[in-house]
């Protein structure tokens, strides 16, 4: 039944699964439909935008009639999605992929009857550039395949769908009542004399498959002025993206459920990886609400220097070297230049100009508008950038990868940009948009800075203005004590000039500023538990109400906050409690292992961009965390 006159219904964030073949990553639903696709890059403009409206916004479901989904799962060790169907006759398993390790961008959906008889129905609705374009569509032959396929062109941008042929969907309910053999056949064979090329709202289709048949077909994207590339091969294309990932994988062992969630976050983290250019995403999405109904969406498709350094940690941590040093070279690429250009953010080949922009024709998810693409905040200052990247290069240091004079000349370059900016205030790590302040963890951060860059020069012999270094990162320490750590209160604040506390405090003891078990520490975390955390104990990053950000309503628990929590429990000799609360927080993940970047404990759901970056990699940081402290005598 055609709902599409009823106002639309978000699907629940934690329903969606990713696929990924290192350029872009669609999500699909539990009910067979893809919500959102961007072609060919993940910052590139939606091709299905439905998660952020409603079918009429872009979609493409494959389902089965009068069906329900039974299971669903990632095959082992990859991003191959299964899907299994049932239906009153027959049983029917949909496989979802896009191959990785190549220039094309393909989307292959393949459906199996294992059982009886099964019709298989699709709803393909392509709207280019945010449902900005709608598609001229027309009937092709493929050259060299002997078969016919859909060409929809609007602007730049084309798509070539192979398989048996869908039918404009006002012309097939047109058709004469033929048996559904008949419908099947001609489609297959691509002898439908009633397509003739037309402004497509919508393609649908409905194949019968009985047990043993299957049938496939490959979406695949080209620039518009090019002739369409042929299509994979279905089968050739499962089993090379099958190798890719299962290969990528093979070095984690898994013994238990923490070692299998560990694996996905670190897959997670690789599918969020441009495999041409090394950038790597925050998440695949944007304008997913960080508070259902609120203003605060934001567009997550770039690449943080933060997010990213993080997520190199982590990699490094697990023995994934070459992707770090396929961030690096992005990284010399993107900051080229004056160090005084620096920004906090990148497209994913190292864009600087990032606008943000509203599309005020997008409902929004859970009609949480604007919508926005782009992103205002790779204008802001934020003092605790130079520090991450530090920290994250010096893990690919101590990992034995040699710098050399460019690696290295580019980190006496951030130094020199953090002297430089010495004296200014910033927007902090969570990118508010009011006044600027001296945030004590972005003032920690610059310490940080200057401690690696010491270090590097004392233990690994590289060149530099040690004492200079040296004055700066002792002017520091005693500012943010002097300034950043209130007495009465025992507790690290989260501006110079407030007491609020802040979740990013939790990260000081990982600069080396000071020790985890520390007392000032200690106190710190103890008010971040009685003002940020809920009674859940999930934490917040802070008080949205006390009006230093800027913004209107509020927000949901951050998930990376709640697992620095983990990490501080576990080096405190916290254990009981660290285990406890992250076996809470893995109990948040989606059954396919996802987490977005918040989490409504109020009403069981996911919230924020999805899947997020820096959720997965404080997930892997607070396990790591649990095992050591739990292995330690």
Request: with cysteine; glycine share 8%; hydrophobic share 35%.
């Amino acid at each position: 039944m055609d709902t599409d006159s009823a106002a639309p219904v978000s699907t629940p964030l934690e329903d969606y699964a990713l696929l990924s073949d290192l350029h872009t990553g669609p999500l699909v639903s539990r009910e067979g439909s893809i919500d959102w696709l961007c072609f060919p890059r993940f910052d590139s403009p939606a091709v299905f935008a439905a998660l952020l409206g409603g079918p009429e916004d872009g979609r493409w479901k494959v389902s089965a009639v009068d069906g329900k989904v039974v299971s669903r799962r990632y095959l082992p060790r990859t991003f191959v999605l299964e899907t299994t169907w049932t239906t009153p006759t027959g049983t029917l398993v949909i496989t979802d992929f896009m191959p990785p390790g190549s220039h094309r961008a393909d989307l292959v959906r393949r459906v199996e009857c294992i059982q009886g008889r099964v019709e298989v129905e699709h709803d393909l609705r392509i709207r280019f550039d945010y449902n900005r374009a709608k598609p001229w569509t027309r009937r092709v032959d493929i050259e060299g395949t002997g078969t016919c396929g859909l060409l929809s062109v609007a602007g730049p941008d084309g798509l070539l769908l192979a398989g048996p042929l869908l039918h404009p969907h006002e012309a097939q309910q047109e058709e004469p009542q033929a048996g559904m053999e008949d419908r099947h056949e001609a489609s297959e064979h691509g002898h439908s004399d009633d397509y003739q090329g037309a402004v497509s709202d919508r393609l649908t289709g409905v194949f019968p498959v009985s047990a043993g048949e299957s049938l496939d077909w490959v979406l695949t994207w080209h620039p518009s002025h090019l002739d369409p590339p042929t299509p994979e091969d279905p089968q050739d294309a499962f089993d090379r993206t099958v190798a890719y990932w299962r290969e990528w994988s093979a070095q984690v062992n898994v013994h238990n459920d923490h070692d299998r969630a560990v694996l996905r976050s670190l897959m997670v983290l690789r599918a969020l990886t441009n495999s041409d250019t090394g950038g790597i995403v925050a998440a695949p999405t944007t304008s997913l609400p960080e508070d259902f109904g609120g203003v605060r969406n934001w567009d997550y498709r770039y690449t943080w220097l933060r997010d990213a350094a993080l997520t190199i940690e982590t990699l490094i941590a697990h023995n994934f070297t070459d992707g770090a040093l396929h961030w690096r070279n992005w990284l010399l690429r993107a900051v080229a230049g004056d160090p005084e250009d620096i920004q906090i953010m990148y497209g994913i080949a190292g864009e600087r100009q990032l606008p943000e922009t509203v599309l005020p024709h997008l409902a929004g998810y859970e009609d949480s508008t604007p919508v926005r693409i782009g992103n205002g905040a790779a204008t802001q200052y934020q003092a605790d950038v130079v520090g991450e990247v530090m920290l994250a290069l010096a893990s690919l240091r101590d990992a034995g990868v040699t710098e050399d004079e460019y690696s290295w000349g580019l980190q006496k370059n951030l130094l020199r940009f953090v002297e430089t900016n010495y004296d200014r205030t910033g927007h902090g790590i969570w990118e508010m948009r009011g006044e600027p302040a001296f945030f004590v963890h972005g003032r920690a951060m610059m310490w940080a800075a200057f401690d690696q860059g010491i270090r590097a020069v004392e233990q690994h012999g590289l060149d530099g203005p040690l004492q200079r270094w040296r004055d700066l990162r002792d002017r520091l320490r005693e500012e943010i004590m002097d300034h950043g750590f209130d007495e009465k209160l025992n507790s690290f604040t989260q501006t110079y000039d407030n007491t609020e506390v802040d979740a990013s405090l939790l990260q000081l003891p990982h600069t080396g500023f000071l020790v985890y078990d520390d007392p000032r520490m200690l106190g710190t975390v103890a008010r971040i538990e009685r003002e940020l955390a809920d009674e859940h104990g999930l934490l917040r990053r802070y008080r949205t109400r006390a009006g230093r950000d800027g913004l209107p309503g509020d927000e949901y628990p951050f998930l990376i906050c709640t697992f620095w929590l983990v990490e501080q429990y576990a080096h405190s000799g916290r254990l009981d409690d660290a285990q406890g609360l992250l076996d809470q927080l893995t109990g948040y993940a989606s059954n396919l292992g996802l987490y977005a970047e918040e989490y409504d404990p109020d009403s069981g759901r996911l919230a924020g961009n999805f899947p997020q970056a820096f959720s997965h990699l404080g997930f892997i940081r607070a396990v790591d965390a649990v095992a050591k402290a739990a292995a330690r005598p």
